[in-house]
T-cell receptor, first 115, second 118 residues
């Protein structure tokens, strides 16, 4: 069965600290996709990244980086030099290619960045 | 130039009423979705449509009826509203399906509709 676990319910950091949000997934499919979405206090869901199961290269986009490790079924997200504007709930999600196109979300991690 | 839009943004209504939420996307996508986010922020898919055809129906009560008049619109009608229907409802869209029949594309979400049933 497919499942996404975000064990960290809430993380608080002070501005300029680095922070890593953990995501562990379960799937029986060999082809799947992993996503991160950001939900700021205004409520919308903002797409951040998508990775497919065949591409384990880490990705960096500005202060954001993602570490995909199939060996540990993890897709962790690191924010470097965090800023107050990074305060949001971050969701990791999984979609399995063979079944449906539904996104299975983790329960989210609330990140609070204090000035 | 909003990509995925929903109306209304807020909806407050009494138990037992019928209400609709509208969704439109101008991305040219073929597949549209409805998700429900509960009070604990948990997001779960309800329905998906591809080119006006129902693809996913995730054991949602039949009081919820999606309607897709064309591939750019997916509306959600809810009959006999109950207290437990209070949530934020998100519409999303993605580009489409591969020849193998499944969608690999990123889903882009609308701003959400906060439904409160009193």
């Amino acid at each position: 069965a497919q499942k996404v676990t975000q064990a960290q319910t809430e993380i608080s950091v002070v501005e300029k600290e680095d922070v890593t949000l953990d995501c562990v997934y379960e799937t029986r499919d060999t082809t799947y996709y992993l996503f991160w979405y950001k939900q700021p206090p205004s409520g919308e869901l903002v797409f951040l990244i998508r990775r497919n199961s065949f591409d384990e290269q880490n990705e960096i986009s500005g202060r954001y980086s993602w570490n995909f490790q199939k060996s540990t079924s993890s897709f962790n997200f690191t924010i470097t030099a965090s800023q107050v504007v990074d305060s949001a709930v971050y969701f990791c999600a999984l979609s399995e290619a063979e079944n449906t196109d539904k996104l299975i979300f983790g329960t989210g991690t609330r990140l609070q960045v204090f000035p | 130039d909003t990509a995925v839009s929903q109306t209304p943004k807020y909806l407050v209504t009494q138990m037992g009423n019928d209400k609709s939420i509208k969704c439109e996307q101008n991305l040219g996508h073929d597949t549209m979705y409805w998700y429900k986010q509960d009070s604990k922020k948990f997001l779960k898919i309800m329905f998906s449509y591809n080119n006006k055809e129902l693809i996913i129906n995730e054991t949602v009560p039949n009081r919820f009826s999606p309607k897709s008049p064309d591939k750019a619109h997916l509306n959600l009608h809810i009959n006999s509203l109950e207290l437990g229907d209070s949530a934020v409802y998100f519409c999303a869209s993605s580009q489409g399906r591969t020849s193998g029949g499944w969608s690999t594309d990123t889903q882009y979400f609308g701003p959400g509709t906060r439904l409160t049933v009193l």
